[in-house]
Nanobody, 127 residues
Framework: QLQLVESGGGLVQPGGSLRLSCAAS????????IGWFRQAPGKEREAVSC????????RHADSVKDRFTISTDNAKSTVYLQMNSLKPEDTRIYYC????????????????????WGQGTQVTVSS
């Protein structure tokens, strides 16, 4: 049974920071690609960041480049999304997702590429 549980969301002022966590269980993290996605009501789910099964392979959406960082701690079976310089437009529900055996160990910023999804954590950026 594969399970992903997000945590770390909350309310933060513009310019502030949050670190989201995605705790994985039931599988070995080192053989999976992990993606972070976000979604607002009535909008399409959009990719934020991802990391391949080779942890030096990461990708980011243009909207979060130089502000967000994705990393893994295999010993804790956890993937992190460090979010800095947050903007009101970052307000979304954030989801983590996983897929097994990514091609060449790389991740994709495409939601259809992922098999397993967490329940999401709310991030609200407001003054």
């Amino acid at each position: 049974q594969l399970q992903l549980v997000e945590s770390g969301g909350g309310l933060v002022q513009p310019g502030g920071s949050l670190r989201l966590s995605c705790a994985a269980s039931g599988f070995t993290l080192d053989s999976y690609a992990i993606g972070w996605f976000r979604q607002a009501p009535g909008k399409e789910r959009e990719a934020v960041s991802c990391i391949g099964s080779s942890s030096d392979r990461t990708r980011h959406a243009d909207s979060v480049k130089d502000r967000f960082t994705i990393s893994t701690d295999n010993a804790k079976s956890t993937v992190y999304l460090q979010m800095n310089s947050l903007k009101p437009e970052d307000t979304r529900i954030y989801y983590c997702a996983a897929r097994s055996r990514p091609l060449f160990g790389r991740c994709a910023l495409t939601h259809s590429d992922y098999h397993y999804w967490g329940q999401g954590t709310q991030v609200t950026v407001s003054s």
